[in-house]
């Protein structure tokens, strides 16, 4: 099943988008959830950035409303973690990297999620982007577990959106 009132979504962000755009970044992939959701992929050798959470999923599961919530893009990557209730979770992406860096000065990008969690990570040259949800975040906050998700990236940013149908 999809989660509950939530249904399926795609977020996409780079130059010449459907959704968004960020000059001079590029091109980006989406982060999807649901049931049976396509991959995303990119051209110019950069391999597949996706997102997906829901049941039965290409790239990662989750049982019982919670259980796995794997993000992964670039080449060669791994699940890297589980969410029991509550956690910190840090993610990587490029061709083979371990877990929370990238060579030629990309930086570390971080997720994070549960209660009273700030925001965990910035790029050089790009500024802060950070995905957070729970209680009491410093972007965003989530009324009776699952209210306003909010995904930020740039210089100076303000909050940039919430779900409807969700909490926000």
Not at 41 to 64: D, F, H, I, M, Y
Not at 137 to 149: D, I, Q, T
């Amino acid at each position: 099943m999809l989660e509950p009132g939530v249904g399926v979504r795609t977020w996409c962000w780079g130059q010449n988008l459907e959704l968004g755009s960020e000059p001079g970044v590029g091109v980006r992939t989406c982060r999807c959830w649901g049931q049976n959701l396509e991959l995303g992929s990119e051209p110019a050798g950069v391999g597949v950035r996706t997102w997906c959470w829901g049941q039965n999923l290409e790239l990662g599961s989750e049982p019982a409303g919670v259980g796995v919530r794997t993000w992964c893009w670039g080449q060669n990557l791994q699940v890297l973690g589980s969410e029991p209730g509550v956690g910190v979770r840090t993610w990587s992406w490029g061709q083979n990297l371990e877990l929370g860096s990238e060579p030629a000065g990309v930086g570390v990008r971080t997720w994070c999620w549960g209660q009273n969690l700030q925001v965990l990570g910035s790029e050089p040259g790009v500024g802060v982007r950070t995905w957070s949800w729970g209680q009491n975040l410093e972007l965003g906050s989530e009324p009776a577990g699952v209210g306003v998700r909010t995904w930020c990236w740039g210089q100076n940013l303000q909050v940039l959106g919430s779900e409807p149908g969700v909490g926000g």
